[in-house]
């Protein structure tokens, strides 16, 4: 479980034999990541697609819209804060177990306590309180993981292992309204289900998975306040990372406008019952694993093969345009599934070429990668909270329940998200 530590300047990693890049991953190891992976986003992504709009559904039927926009942007804020600081604590964590493994296994106990809350709460404060202590768990947990990645994965093997990891989302996502639709009769079981799963399929990772320990001699430790200095980054310094954070940015402010309001969209602009909803979406979503399989896995082993980033990053935008475009005039729930599959297909193929592109322009990932993963965390977990801030404005638009408005946005957005990554000098 733990290796010993060797004796380090600080802040460096050094694989074994002296090599600046790390050696190529076993199957083994790709197969309990992606596992683990698949489990975390279980428990990302349930709550906000169908568990907390259930829950506030019940809760404060008249206020549902303002309350989910309070609820999930408070939590994402904290869990933005909290990743960016464990990230960091991370890179200077110098425990026998590893810099990664102690604060996944710190997280799980959190997040299984905040999923407990959650469940049990009969006011919206207490949502939010629940909500945001699983954050707190989520983060620590996804700090860890995503910095195994820039780690221990090289970059010949970074589109195949993040194509797979893309792929896992959408899994998550369409097993989320799955789960949801047996279990929603009982709060306490939407929420804990998911992370209960999710703290299963971490545990091979903290079993079994290598991360080897860091020791920092004496002379070179640093205190606490240079640690934190180091929170932030100048996009001036490093345009490519700048340019790569807001093409994340902007395609998730822009899947942020779908998830988070597609229920809503379902059942107060079309008019289906809230019991028709769930089997609608998850229909939709088991679909649609065909489309992000496609997008996720076939476009992550060609980014690799073709070493091309860019041009599977402008496809991702254009398919999202065409998708929100179909979604935005339609009338009854095909045409939303079939404007939903060809945004899949673009959510699988950005998903998968997005985290190998981060992983080749993130700097000095060997003693800072912890900090950077969850700094492009940040650009994941913003829209998160900005679009239930910003979609209620929208769609007051013309006098409300403007969700034509709201897609169309939501394609703009996309597009400017893909244009993005023109300027990235680092890959092609």
């Known amino acids: 479980m733990s290796h010993p530590p060797a004796e380090l300047p600080a802040r460096a990693v050094v694989p074994e034999g002296g090599s600046d890049a790390p050696a190529p991953v076993s199957r083994r190891f790709i197969t309990l990541y992606v596992?683990?992976?698949?489990?975390?986003?279980?428990?990302?992504?349930t709550p906000l697609l169908v568990s907390l709009a259930i829950r506030l559904e019940d809760i404060d039927p008249d206020g549902k819209t303002r309350s989910l926009g309070l609820v999930?942007?408070?939590?994402?804020?904290?869990?933005?804060?909290?990743?960016?600081?464990?990230?960091?604590?991370?890179?200077?964590?110098?425990?026998?177990?590893?810099?990664?493994?102690?604060?996944?296994?710190?997280?799980?106990?959190?997040?299984?306590?905040?999923?407990?809350?959650?469940g049990l709460a009969s006011s919206v404060g207490m949502v939010l309180v629940g909500f945001v202590i699983g954050q707190l768990g989520l983060s620590?947990?996804?700090?860890?993981?995503?910095?195994?990645?820039?780690?221990?994965?090289?970059?010949?093997?970074?589109?195949?292992?993040s194509g797979l990891l893309g792929f896992t989302a959408q899994i998550a996502g369409v097993a989320g309204f799955q789960l949801a639709e047996p279990l929603k009769s009982?709060?306490?079981?939407?929420?804990l289900v998911p992370a209960a799963l999710a703290s299963l399929a971490l545990l091979p990772v903290v079993f079994l998975l290598p991360d080897p320990a860091v020791r920092v001699?004496?002379?070179?430790?640093?205190?606490?306040?240079?640690?934190?200095?180091?929170?932030?980054?100048?996009?001036?310094?490093?345009?490519?990372?700048?340019?790569?954070?807001?093409?994340?940015?902007?395609?998730?402010?822009?899947?942020?406008?779908?998830s988070t309001y597609q229920l809503y969209f379902l059942t107060d602009h079309l008019g289906y019952k809230l019991s028709e909803v769930t089997g609608l979406l998850a229909l939709s979503g088991g679909i649609g694993l065909l489309m992000t399989s496609a997008g996720?896995?076939?476009?992550?082993?060609?980014?690799?093969?073709?070493?091309r980033r860019k041009p599977?990053?402008?496809?991702?935008?254009?398919?999202?345009?065409?998708?929100?475009?179909?979604?935005?005039?339609?009338?009854?729930?095909?045409?939303?599934?079939?404007?939903?599959?060809?945004?899949?297909?673009?959510?699988?193929?950005?998903?998968?070429?997005?985290?190998?592109?981060?992983?080749?322009?993130?700097?000095?990932?060997?003693t800072e990668g912890a900090k950077y993963m969850s700094v492009f965390g940040i650009a994941s977990a913003l829209p998160q909270s900005l679009a239930p801030l910003m979609a209620p404005f929208i769609l007051a638009i013309g006098g409300g329940d403007?969700?034509?408005?709201?897609?169309?946005?939501?394609?703009?957005?996309?597009?400017?998200?893909g244009l993005t990554v023109r300027p990235v000098r680092g890959v092609r």
């Open 35 to 45: 596992i683990a992976y698949l489990g975390l986003y279980l428990a990302v992504l």
């Open 217 to 258: 001699a004496g002379k070179d430790r640093q205190s606490f306040a240079a640690v934190f200095r180091g929170l932030t980054f100048n996009p001036r310094r490093h345009p490519d990372l700048g340019w790569t954070w807001a093409g994340r940015f902007l395609i998730q402010l822009s899947l942020m406008f779908l």
């Open 140 to 161: 620590s947990i996804m700090t860890g993981m995503q910095a195994l990645l820039p780690d221990q994965v090289p970059e010949q093997q970074r589109g195949k292992v």
């Open 72 to 118: 999930v942007g408070a939590g994402t804020l904290v869990s933005i804060v909290a990743g960016v600081v464990i990230g960091v604590l991370s890179d200077h964590t110098t425990a026998r177990l590893g810099r990664r493994r102690p604060w996944i296994i710190a997280g799980i106990p959190v997040l299984l306590a905040g999923s407990v809350v959650t």
């Open 296 to 307: 996720a896995v076939i476009s992550g082993i060609l980014s690799d093969r073709l070493l």
């Open 312 to 366: 599977f990053i402008y496809a991702a935008a254009a398919a999202f345009a065409v998708g929100f475009a179909i979604v935005a005039t339609a009338p009854s729930f095909p045409q939303v599934m079939i404007g939903s599959q060809i945004i899949l297909l673009g959510a699988g193929v950005f998903g998968a070429v997005d985290i190998a592109l981060v992983t080749d322009v993130i700097p000095n990932r060997e």
């Open 186 to 191: 009982s709060g306490l079981l939407l929420f």
């Open 402 to 417: 403007n969700y034509t408005l709201l897609f169309l946005t939501a394609a703009g957005v996309a597009v400017a998200g």
